[in-house]
């Protein structure tokens, strides 16, 4: 009994740590984390392998095997050759969650590359593609390289500052850019971040995992100037909008945040989120009632 505990264990804990290995890395991640980035060019591809695909429904997808690409930029390390080779059948075959996203070093992570493989398209590590015009290439790069020189502040409040100032900017590719990074990837537990997060969940046109990062972290600061924002974003037409909501006003644990929880519950068709809010409010109460 004990050996196969053991052994139990020992599976469970090396799944875990594959699963960790192969995660979805988003671009700003691997951009803080690496040694290197590239932007290459396609110069030709010399073999072609398939995959059997069989999680969805049985099928087989032809994919290129090696791809020699031509360096146009180093945007941050140092990188000698002017050519390099990627072998995509082994990182598909040892990676399948990057099918058809091919990177030079699997291995940390430690080479980002940006692909431009046909005049307009550019492919950006395991983000998939970016669609941008030709000569939108290098506004994308140079946003890139702005990033870099954020991170690399040693102070936060200059950091946050720099990078507000950054999305500002009047460059629609670096808004665009920048709107997923910050509302993704950046630590947003400051003021200076809200009324960023609340312009996003206000704007509908918004994509809707935008808008639902944007609830998460304007929770996150507890600040009772937002509850309106979320009395607003409690009718959004996404439902994980209405989650992320629901879940950020049981974060303020204030009387004023139930009540806009219980006006929710009386108007709401949608079954599942009247009885998390109401979960919630009896959470609440619970803690509220003096103890014997």
Known sequence: MKIILTVTIFLTVLVSKIEAKIRHYNLFELIENSKTILLVELLKTTEYYTIENEE????????????????LNIIKGDFKKTTLVLDYKVTNEIY???????????????????FLEEE??????FQGKQVLEKEQVESYTNCLKNIIAINKLNNQH?????????YNKNNKVQK????????????????IFGPFLESILKNK????????????????????????????????PDLTVRKASIEALGEYKSQKAIQIL?????????????KYANSIILQFERELTPKN
């Open 56 to 71: 969805i429904l049985p099928s087989s997808i032809t994919l290129p095997r090696y791809a020699h690409y031509k360096v």
């Open 96 to 114: 399948k969650p990057f099918i058809c996203r091919p990177i030079a070093s699997p291995i940390d992570c430690e080479i980002v590359i940006l």
């Open 120 to 125: 307009n398209l550019l492919f950006a590590g």
């Open 158 to 166: 200059e950091r946050d500052i720099s990078l507000l100032a950054l």
């Open 176 to 191: 665009s850019i920048l709107k997923n990074a910050i509302a993704e990837s950046w630590d947003l537990s400051r003021p």
């Open 205 to 236: 046109t918004e994509d809707s995992i935008l808008r639902y990062r944007a609830a998460r972290k304007l929770g996150d600061l507890k600040d009772n100037k937002y509850l309106e924002v979320f009395t607003q974003s409690l009718t959004d």
């Open 262 to 274: 219980k006006e929710y519950i009386k108007n709401e068709k949608w079954d599942i989120g009247k």
